[in-house]
Structures are given as structure tokens and as C-alpha cells.
């Protein structure tokens, strides 16, 4: 989230809220397949088919499309199999850039990543090359509105959380970003639960462990190349190490 939180303010403020639902549907109903593959259609003992299943519902996604989803994710239906694949490439400023993608054919995305980078002279970096700018930790999304941070700060004591933050999701909602260890992450998520904590989203986050500061030109750039990345129907989640000073986000937004 950090980093990407920023690109979803910013993504958000200039108005791609208004984005495709075709695209909104298409991550929906992929996080759903591959929750119920790896997980069963069960949501109750599943939680994070629940998890996808309510957001798909905030989206609107029609009953019918949910549950084949489900089914076909759990192998009850016929249908298409998504792989988990992540491009790493520097941009603007030397910002390292995470792709995650879920694509049925890899021969299809691989390229038309590439062909978004090299228009905007970038190419694809070796694996592990940006990767080793973020930490791999566990994150649980804690809906800020309905949350009082000092309550889950002292909740947050008595469980194994690296750090609470806050920060937005990609729907530019504020949101309270729970960091853990990756083996840490059901335990947290049930305690949070227990606890009352209205839970958004839960799963894997890349955490920048160091950051570019960026502004103008690269700024500028940056954004349009995070914007070409993040209008790819394979793209689940695009995370950036930049920083970027409230001043020029405001420059970027009015742009």
C-alpha cells in the first residue's frame, strides 16, 4: 500500500473513479476465483472469499457473475485458470515499480506490459532487481470511519503487528493499513475481528523500505506510467517506492 496509497489518492482526485465497471468487474471476479481455488466456495470457512465476496458486492457485481465466479474458482464449473504473475521495472526519478497481475495466459500479458513500459522508454527489470526496494509483510485494512485509532492502537498491542498506519485503499476510502509478519496475518486478521474491527481487505502488501522523492518532470511521468500500468485488465495491484510532498500531489490532482 504504501506508495500505491498515493497513486490511489491521486488516481481518485483526478477523477478515475470514473473508470470502466468492465475493468472493476474483471478484478473482482478474479480475486474471487482464485480466493475459492485456493481456499473452497465457502465463504464462512473461507475468509477470503468473504472478503472478495463484499467487495464485489460494494461494486455492484451481479448476483449471477459472483457466484459462477465461485464456482469456477473452486473447479464446480468449467472455466478459465488464473496465474499469479509480477513484472518489476524502474521509472521516472529511478522509482522501483511492482506489477501484480492475474492473467489466464501469460503469453498475452507479458507483452502488453512491455509494450506500456517501452512507449514510455522503460524497460522490464530483472526478477528481484525493484523487489529488493520492499519488504513482503501482511497487511489487514481496518475501515478508518468506523474506527477509533486509539482503540485500535491499544488492540494492536496485544497482537504481533509490525506497525498501523494511516492510509487509503484503491477506492481513495481512508483506511487504517495493519502491518505484520507474513505468518502472522490470520492471527491478527481474527484478533482485529474479534475485537469489533470492521475489517476491509486482507492479505500480502509490498511495504517500500526505502523511498524516492519525486517532483516536476519524473513526477509527472511517473504518474502517467503508474495510469497506462493500472488501465491493463490483468493488473491487480501496482505498488511504487516514491514519495511525493502533499504541494505537488495538489499540482498533479489540478492537472
Known amino acids: 500500500m504504501a506508495g500505491h496509497s498515493k497513486w490511489a489518492n491521486i488516481k481518485h482526485r483526478k477523477g478515475a473513479q470514473d473508470a470502466k465497471r468492465s475493468k472493476v468487474f474483471s478484478k ?6 482464485v480466493a475459492s481455488r485456493i481456499g473452497g466456495p465457502d465463504p ?13 458486492k460494494a461494486v455492484s457485481l451481479p448476483k449471477d457473475n459472483l457466484e459462477r465466479a465461485i464456482k469456477k474458482g473452486a473447479g464446480l464449473l468449467e472455466g478459465v ?7 518489476e521495472a524502474y521509472g521516472p526519478g529511478g522509482v522501483a515499480i511492482l506489477i501484480e497481475c492475474l492473467t489466464d495466459n501469460r503469453n498475452r500479458t507479458s507483452p502488453e506490459i512491455k509494450a506500456i513500459l517501452s512507449k514510455r522508454g522503460i524497460a522490464l527489470a530483472a526478477s528481484g532487481a525493484a523487489a529488493h ?3 513482503r509483510l501482511g497487511q489487514v485494512l481496518v475501515d478508518a470511519a468506523s474506527t477509533d485509532e486509539e482503540e485500535l492502537t491499544l488492540a494492536a498491542l496485544d497482537l504481533p ?6 492510509d487509503s485503499d484503491d477506492s481513495g476510502t481512508d483506511v487504517f493499513q495493519v502491518l ?3 505468518g502472522a496475518l490470520e492471527a491478527v486478521r481474527e484478533g482485529l475481528e474479534t475485537s469489533g ?9 509490498w511495504v517500500p523500505s526505502v523511498s524516492v522523492q519525486v517532483q516536476g518532470d519524473d513526477a509527472e511521468k511517473l504518474m502517467a506510467v503508474l495510469d497506462a500500468i493500472d488501465q491493463n485488465d490483468d493488473v491487480q495491484n501496482l505498488y511504487a517506492n516514491y514519495e511525493i510532498s502533499d504541494a505537488e500531489m495538489e499540482r498533479l490532482a489540478a492537472n
Open 161 to 166: 503487528v509490525d506497525d498501523v498506519l494511516l
Open 28 to 33: 473482482v471476479v478474479k480475486d474471487i476465483m
Open 180 to 182: 505484520t509478519e507474513i
Open 44 to 56: 464462512e470457512a473461507n475468509p477470503r472469499l468473504r472478503l472478495a465476496i463484499e467487495k464485489a
Open 133 to 135: 526496494s520492499f519488504s
Open 81 to 87: 485458470e488464473y496465474e499469479e504473475v509480477m513484472y
Open 197 to 205: 474491527f470492521t475489517i476491509k481487505e486482507y492479505g500480502l502488501t
